[in-house]
């Protein structure tokens, strides 16, 4: 594969090991030229990175951090290099699929208002734990024009600049948050029928979905006060819902139970049946029992982590990163 000359590259990781030096491998044989974000590593990152051509921006750690500021200053190390049409964006825990660079610089090629392409993000191992499966699920979104776009995603440089960037302040939904104000702009989101990326979740422990259940309430609450009162409503329908099936159902039975008796707690039964439903609407297979099952639970943590938004912006304070790995 010849590199393209209009395309760069910005990998963000930190600690990834083997997983960066595959990401790296895959990543410049499609491009001109791939700058690399770490993050304070204490692994041999830095060094493979230098040992492949690879630019390397050591991201100052005494700032918070967050992936947006990590893949603005890769950006802003990428342009400083000269003139770049198109920028592939990719967590260092990702593996970039032959082909996919081709494909969706194309694509952009042949539509002037379509500001970001991403394509099929699959697991590298879904069936290791279950956690590692939904997130493979998570990642099957449908095809055509999309609201959003995940870590991985080749982008308009000029759209980019246009909206000023990420969101350097966001600790999660940096993506999502991004796109809302290329839409507001005129721009569109794409997702290709393309194999764009293996991912590594690497998630064996139930601790580790809680975490990122409780990042995706963060995000969901900060974006929907961000953007929730424009045209996009933006997560506020999520936020809602962790909000509802995470606190407001269970202080309700609770009040139940207190006046009415503890006959009330049989109220509590909404959660399975609502487990049940999500379940038969996929089919009812195996798959769709363990998606449904913790679709629900994971509301409770969606509610922790929009309450530690609220807790931190009324107190004037920003919330520190949370890491599920």
Known sequence: MTADPRIGAVVIGRNEGDRLIRCLDSVRKGVAHVVYVDSGSTDDSVAEARARGVEVVALDMDLPF??????????????????????????????????????ASAFLEAHPDVAVVCGRRRERYPDATVYNRLCDWEWDTPVGEATACGGDALMRVAALR???????????????????????????????????????????????FWKRSRRSGHAFAEGAALHGRGPTRHWVTETRRAIVWGGVI????????????????????????????????????????????????????????????????????????????
Do not use: S
């Open 250 to 325: 269970p202080l309700a039975i609770l009040l139940l139970a207190a006046f009415a008796g503890p006959w009330a707690l049989a109220l509590a039964l909404i959660y399975p049946a609502q487990v049940a439903r999500l379940a038969l609407r996929e089919g009812g297979g195996k798959t769709a029992w363990e998606r449904a099952f913790f679709l629900v639970v994971g509301k409770f943590a969606e509610l922790a982590g929009v309450a530690e938004y609220w807790w931190h912006r009324l107190r004037g304070q920003r919330g520190g990163l949370i890491e599920y790995k």
């Open 66 to 103: 967050t992936a947006a500021r990590a893949r603005n200053a890769g950006l802003d190390a990428l342009l400083a290099q000269g003139a770049f049409d198109h920028v592939q964006f990719i967590d260092g825990d990702c593996e970039l699929r032959d082909g996919w660079i081709a494909a």
């Open 162 to 208: 246009a909206v000023g960037g990420y969101n350097p302040d966001l600790i999660a939904g940096e993506e999502p948050e991004l796109c809302v104000r290329l839409r507001l702009e005129g721009w569109r989101i794409w997702r290709l029928d393309h194999e764009m990326t293996w991912h590594d979740a690497a998630m064996t422990r139930f601790g580790q």
